[in-house]
């Protein structure tokens, strides 16, 4: 069988979720990928056979998106080119991780995907809502990557063809413990937008996750890392607590440990405002803007009691059975 999947690298979550699959979708048969938008910082060891400049997210300095950025790079002409372009009629099965350039390929080319992924979860009215509902959000999430088929991924079974996350293997088999460090993702934030509030907590250790770091290095409470899943995993595992986006992969895998988090919604991104709702029913502490007692908040948020419900990691060998039987229906 030949596997079409198609990755939307507007963030690190979707290249992370390709790369645990992988090995689970080569029992079926060849798989090629393609790469659209680069947002993603991941170092990858996926055989991209095709890439995109695609649609990429471009955020403001501190925790929202820039709208005008993100218009102003995106070429109409170019994504319908390399969408006619897809030789999609060679393959099998097509899968789409919320790809716009995929699924307008499939309708150019009169082919049919699946739909995999986060996003796919939104299909379903029952999937969490923030309390104002955005007509534009809504409509991205609608019509950006349609497909007729979907199965969605997220916190909990809210629709019949949603199914729990993908954890990468490393958690699962990990034995987490609690070195009292607090590990920070937010890819939305330039440095000097937190650092003061962190370094004005010194009794609190952070390990603070940048794109613009190279090597690791430590001053005073805060060690700053690259990129790097590995290094991310191991850090993820030991902490006491993450503060993080509205995503979806690290909340997940971060509850799955029994880790504390706190989340930090990219302003004016609707999926992640969706996310933060979910995360709010799960008891999850969810804070809107990192403003000048953001260190006091972290503080509060340390010493809170929280429990949450246990997450489940998703049966992948199941599930991609569920995917293949899908496509063919």
Not at 121 to 126: E, K, L, M, N
Not at 226 to 248: A, D, H, R, Y
Not at 299 to 317: F, H, Q, V
């Given at each position: 069988?030949?596997?079409?999947?198609?990755i939307?690298?507007?963030?690190?979550?979707?290249?992370?979720?390709?790369?645990?699959?992988?090995?689970?979708l080569?029992?079926?048969g060849?798989v090629?990928?393609?790469?659209?938008?680069?947002n993603a910082?991941?170092?990858?060891?996926?055989?991209?056979?095709?890439?995109?400049?695609?649609?990429?997210l471009?955020y403001?300095?501190?925790?929202?998106?820039?709208y005008?950025?993100?218009?102003k790079?995106?070429?109409?002409?170019?994504?319908?080119?390399?969408?006619?372009s897809?030789?999609?009629k060679?393959?099998d099965?097509i899968?789409?991780?919320?790809?716009?350039i995929?699924?307008?390929?499939?309708?150019?080319?009169?082919?049919?995907?699946?739909?995999?992924?986060?996003?796919?979860?939104?299909?379903?009215?029952?999937?969490?809502?923030?309390?104002k509902?955005?007509?534009?959000?809504?409509?991205?999430?609608k019509?950006?990557?349609?497909?007729p088929?979907?199965?969605?991924l997220?916190f909990?079974?809210?629709?019949?063809?949603?199914?729990?996350?993908i954890?990468?293997?490393?958690i699962?088999e990990?034995?987490?413990?609690?070195?009292?460090?607090?590990?920070?993702?937010?890819?939305?934030?330039?440095?000097?937008?937190?650092e003061?509030?962190?370094?004005?907590?010194?009794?609190?250790?952070?390990?603070?996750?940048?794109?613009?770091?190279?090597?690791?290095?430590?001053?005073?409470?805060?060690?700053?890392?690259?990129v790097?899943q590995?290094k991310?995993?191991k850090?993820?595992?030991?902490?006491?607590?993450?503060?993080?986006?509205?995503?979806?992969?690290?909340?997940?895998?971060?509850?799955?440990?029994?880790?504390?988090?706190l989340?930090?919604?990219?302003?004016?991104?609707?999926?992640?405002?969706?996310n933060a709702?979910?995360?709010?029913?799960?008891?999850?502490?969810?804070?809107?803007?990192?403003?000048?007692?953001?260190?006091?908040?972290?503080?509060?948020?340390?010493?809170?009691?929280?429990?949450y419900?246990?997450?489940e990691?998703?049966?992948?060998?199941?599930?991609?059975?569920?995917?293949?039987?899908?496509y063919?229906?």
């Amino acid at each position: 069988m030949k596997i079409f999947y198609a990755i939307q690298a507007t963030g690190n979550g979707h290249i992370s979720r390709a790369m645990q699959l992988y090995p689970y979708l080569q029992k079926f048969g060849t798989v090629d990928f393609f790469l659209s938008g680069n947002n993603a910082t991941l170092d990858n060891k996926l055989p991209i056979k095709y890439r995109s400049k695609g649609c990429s997210l471009h955020y403001s300095k501190c925790g929202g998106l820039n709208y005008w950025d993100i218009v102003k790079n995106i070429r109409p002409r170019q994504i319908y080119k390399d969408a006619d372009s897809l030789p999609l009629k060679e393959y099998d099965i097509i899968i789409n991780d919320f790809d716009s350039i995929t699924s307008l390929g499939c309708k150019m080319q009169k082919l049919h995907s699946v739909q995999f992924g986060h996003q796919a979860s939104f299909i379903s009215q029952h999937t969490p809502r923030p309390t104002k509902k955005s007509i534009m959000g809504e409509m991205i999430l609608k019509y950006y990557a349609p497909s007729p088929k979907n199965i969605g991924l997220h916190f909990e079974k809210y629709d019949s063809f949603i199914l729990p996350p993908i954890i990468k293997e490393e958690i699962i088999e990990s034995q987490p413990i609690n070195l009292k460090h607090i590990t920070i993702y937010l890819p939305s934030f330039d440095k000097d937008c937190l650092e003061k509030a962190f370094r004005s907590i010194p009794d609190i250790q952070f390990h603070w996750f940048l794109n613009t770091v190279e090597q690791q290095h430590t001053i005073g409470n805060i060690t700053y890392f690259p990129v790097n899943q590995t290094k991310f995993n191991k850090s993820l595992i030991n902490c006491e607590g993450i503060i993080t986006g509205g995503g979806f992969e690290t909340p997940s895998e971060a509850l799955y440990l029994g880790k504390k988090v706190l989340s930090i919604p990219v302003r004016n991104h609707y999926e992640q405002e969706c996310n933060a709702a979910a995360l709010k029913k799960l008891g999850v502490p969810v804070v809107y803007e990192a403003g000048p007692d953001f260190n006091t908040i972290i503080e509060n948020w340390i010493n809170l009691d929280l429990k949450y419900p246990k997450i489940e990691a998703n049966n992948i060998p199941e599930t991609l059975e569920y995917l293949f039987d899908t496509y063919r229906d």
